[in-house]
């Protein structure tokens, strides 16, 4: 009875989406565009909600495979721990973890492609060694909840990697190698090409290194497809398929290291989408399927008893996305959606002189099984409103309903105050949840159906000032509280997972951009964390300062990062580090379509960790060339 409410709120949503192509409506400048804030592309001052967009020119300035790193220095709020030179890694001993103002542990932060969300079905986190530079046109993220239209995992917000567009007729490839320290390589490449209503998107990329411990290599291969065809001006098809492999090695904490403790890890995504793009409204239907094949030895310690089993697990998620966005008059913008997924999978462990299979999946009454899924069924809409030239008001409401938590509602409302052109303030409140995920529920000794989401209440007032065309400035206060976080006690005896856990965060989120003339510019952001409950991951104070030469041959970028208090072990014995890293680059185009580059990184030689027991790697250095014709 719930699917049906939901699909038919859904279907009248969509009914009235349709009329709207009839009405006008006000055209404006349109300064910073954003989508993941919205699914409608809009300015970024009419959305109550904090959005950084990071552009493809700012994630390719330092040669870098991998989009994280440059995500963590330009986003104030967000941290990902590392454990080496290359590579995050799944299971024991893996890093890629994000944080947003203290919130992300596990699944409670949402990566998207093109919107699609990209998680393990089985586990609910995200993969990280698949967000790759060379698919991105740029990245934006929320800072805070983004639960409203994306649903579970986005509780704490939402990285969302745009991919390329090609926009005119013509081909352009670029290619890149480099190789340096530790005997790391890298070649990424990647084709667009349009003629008429045809366009296509191509590429691949490889990166290996031996590392800078004993067993710590990393090995990845991947490749990456989009096509698209526009029916008309208004009609467009895409589909897009993306494989990835990496063959990661866990050395082990410092203290006690690991032998064979490797991961063979496959991911794979797809889907096909129309969207349609009319002067008054647009939107996409989109469906897809997310799946991964683990293959994991958890090692064993110096002097110890090899595994004689392998992990293994198949996992997916398969969706369907639908969205509409339509202005119904002046000033008026009303987006409804409707997300349906069915996600799952096997897990066992093999025997690795037999192969025998012992499976790791329960049911509700506690019998092993095969496989395991669940479904998840949600439809919103978004509610904004210009009520003046000089406020913009929002309002949302998410009705989601879980297969075997039942039924959530996702309020948000926010308004944003337009003082000048060039100045707002904005104010927010907003809700994020996570539903428990099948290990949660259905994995290993603790597993427990008896689950409640996990949520929490975002406050948030940000303060935006554009000065004279050439700077911008940012400031955000937060104040969030979660409830029914998913702890494991023990019960009887025994563990077992239950809804025991809270946090109460605040903090200062500070931005800054300044292009000087056409050759110098600057840009930086600090950001200040206060939890009640520390957690590891998640630094009390963040600053990130960099600057930017450019002329018609050369580029030179450098940023200083300063980390304190990065909690590496919380609870009764915390433990926090402190660190200043040092990076840069330097390019010269030889010819117009090559240029040498040379970079490097932690060039203050620091010795720091982000997660306890693995020290990172000192000053490393990167040499390569980059072909754009």
């Known amino acids: 009875m719930r699917i049906r409410t939901l ?51 700012t994630l390719n300035e330092n040669y870098r495979s991998s989009v994280i790193p440059t995500v963590v220095e330009q986003t104030p709020g967000l941290f990902a721990t590392s454990r080496g030179v290359l590579g995050y890694g799944v299971s024991t001993g893996a890093a890629g973890n994000m944080m947003v103002r203290g919130v992300g542990s596990g699944a409670q932060l949402l990566v998207l492609i093109d919107g699609q969300p990209q998680y393990a079905g089985l586990m609910g986190h995200p993969i990280p060694d698949i967000y790759q530079t060379m698919m991105a046109e740029r990245v934006e993220v929320v800072r805070g909840p983004a639960s409203l239209l994306y649903g579970s995992n986005a509780m704490g917000g939402v990285v969302n990697i745009i991919t390329h567009q090609m926009e005119q007729d013509g081909i352009r490839t670029n290619v890149r190698l480099q190789g340096g320290s530790y005997g790391t390589f890298q070649a990424d490449g990647v084709n667009r090409y349009r003629m008429g209503r045809f366009s296509s998107i191509v590429g691949a990329q490889y990166q290996r290194t031996d590392g800078h411990r004993p067993n710590s290599a990393f090995e990845q291969f991947g490749g990456y497809a989009k096509v698209g065809y526009e029916f008309s001006d208004n009609w467009k098809a895409v589909f897009d398929a993306n494989v990835t492999h ?15 403790n490797d991961s063979r890890i496959t991911r794979g995504l797809a889907s096909v989408s129309l969207s349609n793009n009319y002067r008054n409204t647009s939107g996409t239907l989109r469906a897809y399927i997310d799946w991964g094949h683990h293959r994991i030895d958890d090692g064993y310690n110096i002097g110890g008893t090899p595994r004689t089993a392998l992990y293994k697990h198949d996992d997916y998620i398969a969706g369907i996305s639908w969205y509409q966005s339509a202005h119904f008059f002046k000033g008026n913008t009303v987006t409804v959606g409707l997300d349906w997924q069915h996600f799952g999978g096997s897990a066992w462990n093999a025997d690795k002189q037999t192969g025998q299979k012992t499976y790791l999946v329960k049911d509700a009454e506690g019998n092993i099984v095969e496989s395991q899924h669940a479904d998840e069924v949600g439809t919103y809409v978004d509610f904004r409103q210009d009520i003046w030239k000089w406020l913009t008001v929002d309002a949302g409401l998410r009705v989601d309903w879980h297969s075997v938590v039942g039924t959530e509602l996702v309020p948000q409302g926010g308004l944003s105050f337009h003082l000048t052109r060039d100045a707002d303030i904005k104010a927010l409140v907003s809700k994020g949840f996570r539903n428990p995920v099948i290990r949660d529920m259905y994995m290993f ?11 929490m209440m975002n406050y948030e007032l940000a303060y935006t000032q554009r000065i004279a065309g050439k700077a911008h400035v940012g400031v955000n206060l937060f104040y969030i509280k979660g409830e029914n976080l998913i702890n494991t006690v023990r019960v009887g005896g025994r563990p077992r997972n239950v809804n025991t856990g809270d946090f109460e965060n605040w903090g200062l989120e500070l931005s800054a951009d300044y292009a000087i003339n056409s050759r110098w510019s600057l840009n930086g952001n600090y950001s200040f964390l206060r939890m009640r409950t520390p957690i590891t991951g998640a630094p009390e104070g963040k600053l990130y300062i960099g600057g930017k030469y450019q002329d018609r041959k050369w580029t030179v970028t450098a940023g200083l990062q300063n980390i304190s208090g990065l909690y590496i072990a919380a609870g009764d014995n915390p433990q926090k580090e402190n ?16 240029s040498v580059f040379a970079k490097g990184e932690n060039l203050l030689a620091e010795k720091y960790q982000t997660y306890e027991g693995y020290f990172m790697p000192k000053a490393t250095f990167m040499g390569g060339v980059s072909l754009d014709f």
């Not at 009839?22 to 404006?28: I, S």
């Not at 990496?246 to 064979?260: E, I, K, Q, T």
């Open 246 to 260: 990496f063959n990661a090695s866990n050395p082990g904490p410092v203290a006690a290291p690991l032998l064979d």
């Open 579 to 594: 660190f200043t890293l040092l990076n840069a680059s330097v390019s010269y185009k030889v010819l117009r379509w090559l």
């Open 445 to 455: 000794p603790p597993a427990t159906t008896d689950l409640k989401p996990e949520r």
């Open 7 to 57: 699909l038919f709120v859904g279907a009248g949503a969509a009914a009235l989406s349709i009329h709207a192509e009839e009405t006008l409506r006000d055209t404006t400048r349109m300064d910073e565009v954003v989508v993941t804030g919205t699914r409608d592309a809009t300015d970024v001052r009419y959305l109550p909600l904090t959005v950084t967009s990071i552009t493809n020119e």
